[in-house]
């Protein structure tokens, strides 16, 4: 082994299991910061989305219209907007049919709500029990690789008569080079990891409590007069007040 102590040349004339750990431990931290930027975006824009549908449902406009007009478009609805729209279309659906009790139209339509509600938090989860894993094992495998690069730097000096430090420096630094590639690859992803779950449940909340506040328009409004169908699409009941 030469004396070029540089990393680059280090890594090169680093035994082969070093550098498979070192290219997994690469390959997992790029593969997280796609996950940790592609999660900052998704995330964001569902805040977004909350709230801007939270100011429309709240500006005193008729429900009727606003269901119309998120189902008239031709985007799935996202997250808030899609709770809503699922929950309404279902109460309307439910009122048409007849013979049934407010309790199991908004029951119904609670019901529809929660699978919606599932499927949003589901697609905001995705990918983050990567960066978990991600998180958790980097050190470890960093590790091996710091292990097994030491083993090997043992082994070469057990042939030679007198160690030096100048013949022990570039083995032990190689080894370690595997450590700090495994922080390098854990912490960012622990600290997305952390960030966005937290987001997560902050949105999960919010979508909770917009679930049992519709639900208790829903009750208000469930004795009332069912209307006709709108439309050639899904019937939605008219003139549903807060």
Do not use: C
């Amino acid at each position: 082994m030469g004396n070029d102590l540089s990393i680059i040349s280090l890594v090169l004339e680093a035994s082969l299991v070093v550098q498979f750990v070192l290219l997994v431990l690469l390959a997992a931290s790029v593969a997280s910061w796609a996950v940790i930027f592609e999660k900052r975006r998704s995330i964001k824009r569902a805040i977004e989305a909350a709230s801007d549908f939270e100011a429309s449902f709240w500006s005193g406009g008729d429900l009727t219209t606003l269901y119309r007009n998120i189902a008239r478009t031709e985007v799935t609805p996202l997250g808030m907007a899609g709770i809503f729209e699922a929950g309404f279309r279902e109460f309307g659906r439910l009122k048409q049919e007849g013979g049934l009790s407010s309790q199991q139209i908004v029951e119904g339509a609670r019901r529809s709500m929660h699978v919606s509600q599932m499927r949003e938090v589901d697609k905001l989860e995705r990918n983050l029990a990567f960066l978990a894993t991600v998180g958790s094992t980097s050190p470890y495998v960093g590790l091996f690789g710091t292990v097994w690069g030491i083993m090997t730097s043992f082994q070469a000096l057990g042939n030679v008569q007198s160690a030096t430090i100048a013949m022990v420096a570039p083995g032990i630094t190689e080894a370690l080079i595997a450590t700090a590639m495994g922080l390098v690859a854990a912490i960012p992803a622990v600290i997305a990891y952390n960030r966005y779950a937290d987001q997560v449940d902050r949105l999960e909340v919010r979508y909770d409590v917009f679930m049992e506040e519709l639900s208790s328009i829903f009750h208000r409004n469930s004795s009332s007069r069912a209307s006709a169908a709108t439309g050639s699409g899904a019937s939605s009941p008219a003139g549903v007040t807060r």
